[in-house]
T-cell receptor
Framework: GNSVTQMEGPVTLSEEAFLTINCTYT??????LFWYVQYPGEGLQLLLK???ADDKGSNKGFEATYRKETTSFHLEKGSVQVSDSAVYFC??????????????WGLGTSLAVNP | NAGVTQTPKFQVLKTGQSMTLQCAQD?????MSWYRQDPGMGLRLIHY???????DQGEVPNGYNVSRSTTEDFPLRLLSAAPSQTSVYFC??????????FGPGTRLTVT
């Protein structure tokens, strides 16, 4: 079945460091891929998405490229800030058509950015 | 436009009590879902609905009931609370591009 694997955290970085959070997936067909962010005490928010191979999603300085050849969707940011401290979730939407395309979630990667 | 709202924000129950977690959305989304979030286990789907009058089970439906009488509302009922149901509960609705919009969560403790 479909699955998402994220790198385990926690990840601790200094402000202005480069961030990579790895995400790989297993799916049949052509899923859409998502990154969500959860700030402390809040619900999840969509950070970025890509709907087909080679698409690049970007938002708030974060980027991720849908790589079908490596089944990956790694999240990157060139210079992190303290305010980026949060838990990041990778997710995919199954390739089957129709309203029952449930999201498949990774377990989340906690990021802490120190000043 | 409030998005997805959930009440209450916090709740403490005793084992065996029942309660309803409320969820509402004002985006006219057909698809809504309930998740629970536990440390180290990510998000697990409890129940979902593809429209008013239609609900289905997710990964962990036992001990929970849902109904969907309107497009806007999707309440989650705990029938007889157990300590294993201590968790953070999120309601979400899904937009046309399959992105999900989450409520702020309900933190439930069952003693």
């Amino acid at each position: 079945g479909n699955s998402v694997t994220q790198m385990e955290g926690p990840v601790t970085l200094s402000e202005e460091a480069f961030l990579t959070i790895n995400c790989t997936y297993t799916a049949t067909g052509y899923p859409s891929l998502f990154w969500y962010v959860q700030y402390p005490g809040e619900g999840l928010q969509l950070l970025l998405k890509a709907t087909k191979a080679d698409d690049k999603g970007s938002n708030k300085g974060f980027e991720a490229t849908y790589r079908k050849e490596t089944t990956s969707f790694h999240l990157e940011k060139g210079s992190v800030q303290v305010s980026d401290s949060a838990v990041y979730f990778c997710a995919l939407s199954g390739p089957n058509a129709g309203n029952n395309r449930k999201l498949i979630w990774g377990l989340g990667t906690s990021l802490a950015v120190n000043p | 436009n409030a998005g997805v709202t959930q009440t209450p924000k916090f709740q403490v129950l005793k084992t065996g009590q029942s309660m309803t977690l409320q969820c509402a959305q004002d985006m006219n989304h057909e698809y809504m879902s309930w998740y629970r979030q536990d440390p180290g286990m990510g998000l697990r789907l409890i129940h979902y609905s593809v429209g008013a009058g239609i609900t289905d089970q997710g990964e962990v439906p036992n001990g929970y009931n849902v109904s969907r009488s309107t497009t806007e509302d999707f309440p989650l009922r705990l029938l007889s609370a157990a300590p294993s149901q201590t968790s953070v509960y999120f309601c979400a609705s899904r937009g046309v591009s399959y992105e999900q919009y989450f409520g702020p969560g309900t933190r439930l403790t069952v003693t």
